[in-house]
């Protein structure tokens, strides 16, 4: 009977195919960082940022084009001047009319552009950049979800897969039992009613076994998605429950300043200030170079190509461009900016606030987990104690089957408080690690 105790509280484990994989939480979270297409996803948005940060760079170097035209004038243009320009013989008032060019033109032309000075063009080089790391903190955001979502699926499987043993250990028990009391009753020594107290009691943890049983396909099925498996990939997992509790740290030291959120939302502020200054640029004068050399042959034929003259034309100059008068819609483009970042700066403050008695919520919930699933372990192994001396009792007819059952219900509320306890505990100490960023550190 020791051994039916030992067997009933250590909950013996399921037997899985060996067509299968099997993971550790740790195998698991490495599985799902490097296949979760989210993660991918976060990694593009960062790659993504750098080639912007390439295109502003490349605004400030030279930019050379080169473009070609033909022409070809149906209609030539007519000159129309003074005959004396022609004759000085001429009558007073006479004209004469010619039509000048020639029917064909080709353009070859090379221009090259510089930016001298642009203030917004060094201020979104800056912004790129701040994109770029916020890109990065929103990327590690990502991979601190896609672990925590690995790791609850992954606890409560783990859960499932033991409270399955254990159910499967009851229903074995109860079904021997059954079975022993309808040999009893053939003869003659209980009532009827005491095997029916025992069937109902079987019905019971028939029942039991096949709700954990579904519990459990559910479970594995929300770490197949937490881990980006396929559904119909077969996996079983290599840590108990007792192994992910020896293994789990649960002091409760951490920073909120580390917090992901709060990281996001300061450099959204530092980019809401970029922005502002980017505005006020916009009506700082913008100086540009240019240099232009380009061919234009003229043609009565399509010879192009013939050696005949093409006529150059060098030219440089700089430009400068500045904003006079824009009727006050400059001040309200940088009003509503700076708005913007007094919105952002007024969220961060309500977020530090949120997060500061989310901290106190989480410290309470992990001291009250932790005190409840001992509480709840030792519950458990007093009612199966209670449990199988019952049945000790009942075997030697000084207890009838109707207290056994009783005790058996017992023990399956201790069961069902031990593991809720046991979530509550793997919950609470997930949470308080994500508040602190401390998932991917500690994984």
């Known amino acids: 009977m020791n051994k039916l105790l030992c067997f009933l509280l250590l909950c013996s484990t399921t037997i899985f195919g060996q067509n299968n994989m099997s993971y550790s939480l740790l195998e698991a ?18 790659q993504k940022s750098q080639e912007l940060k390439k295109e502003y760079l490349a605004i400030g170097l030279p930019q050379v084009s080169a473009n070609s035209g033909f022409n070809n004038f149906l209609n030539l243009p007519v000159q129309v001047v003074s005959a004396k320009f022609l004759n000085p013989n001429a009558n007073e008032g006479e004209v004469v009319s010619f039509k000048g060019g020639t029917d064909y033109s ?26 770029i790391d916020l890109q990065k903190t929103q990327a590690l955001q990502t991979k601190d979800d896609v672990i925590f979502n690995v790791s609850q699926a992954y606890h409560l499987a783990a859960v499932a897969k033991e409270n399955l043993s254990f159910a499967d250990s009851m229903l074995l028990i109860t079904a021997q039992l059954l079975e022993k009391q309808k040999s009893i009753f053939e003869v003659g020594v209980i009532t009827q009613e005491e095997v029916d107290q025992m069937n109902y009691a079987y019905l019971s943890a028939k029942n039991a076994q096949a709700s954990s049983e579904l519990q459990f396909k559910n479970s594995m099925a929300l770490l197949k998605m937490a881990m980006f498996l396929p ?4 996996i079983s997992l290599k840590e108990s429950t007792s192994e992910l509790l ?8 951490g920073l909120l300043s580390n917090n992901y959120t709060l990281q996001i939302l300061q450099k959204q502020i530092l980019l809401d200030k970029l922005d502002i200054r980017n505005k006020k640029m916009a009506i700082m004068p913008i100086l540009r170079a240019q240099f232009q050399h380009s061919y234009v042959a ?85 009612a199966g104690k209670i449990y199988a001396n019952s049945i000790l009792k009942e075997q030697i007819g000084k207890e009838s089957s109707i207290v056994v059952t009783q005790k058996y219900n017992q023990l399956m509320i201790a069961q069902t408080q031990y593991v809720g306890a046991m979530v509550e505990l793997f919950q609470a100490k997930l949470s308080l690690d994500k508040l602190y960023n401390q998932i991917l550190t500690t994984k």
Do not use: C
Request: net charge positive; glycine share 4%; no cysteine.
């Open 29 to 46: 979270q490495d599985f799902a960082l490097k296949n979760h297409l989210s993660i991918k996803n976060s990694d593009l948005a960062i």
């Open 106 to 131: 080709l353009l070859g032309n090379v221009q090259v552009n510089q930016l001298l000075f642009n203030g917004s063009y060094f201020v979104a080089l800056a912004a790129a950049k701040a994109l």
């Open 231 to 234: 559904f119909d990939q077969e």
């Open 246 to 253: 020896q293994k789990s740290n649960l002091n409760l030291s």
């Open 298 to 382: 003229y043609r009565n034929e399509l010879n192009f190509f013939a050696n005949q003259s093409w006529y150059p034309q060098t030219s440089w100059g700089i430009q400068l461009s500045m904003p006079i008068f824009t009727s006050g819609s400059g001040r309200a483009v940088i009003s509503q900016s700076k708005i913007k970042l007094m919105q952002d700066e007024n969220i961060l403050k309500i977020t530090e606030q949120a997060l500061k008695m989310q901290e106190i919520k989480e410290m309470n919930n992990l001291i009250g987990a932790k005190q409840k699933l001992e509480l709840q372990n030792e519950n458990l192994k007093l």
